[in-house]
């Protein structure tokens, strides 16, 4: 097994901080996308008869 560098972590770990807020962003439209969901799913229950 070769040993890597310690210089292939330390890009790695830079190349994480350079992402940006891609995983932030991420977890902000799956809570939305279930947000407007339940609230949907809320509201048309109410329409509901049961003649």
């Not at 932030?24 to 339940?38: E, K, N, P, Q, T």
Request: glycine content about 8%; charged content about 20%.
């Amino acid at each position: 097994m070769e040993h890597l560098p310690e210089s292939w972590l330390t890009e790695a770990a830079s190349a994480v901080q350079q992402q940006g807020a891609g995983n932030l962003l991420r977890v902000v439209l799956i809570v939305m996308v279930v947000g407007c969901v339940l609230v949907a799913w809320f509201l048309l229950r109410g329409y509901k008869r049961d003649d």
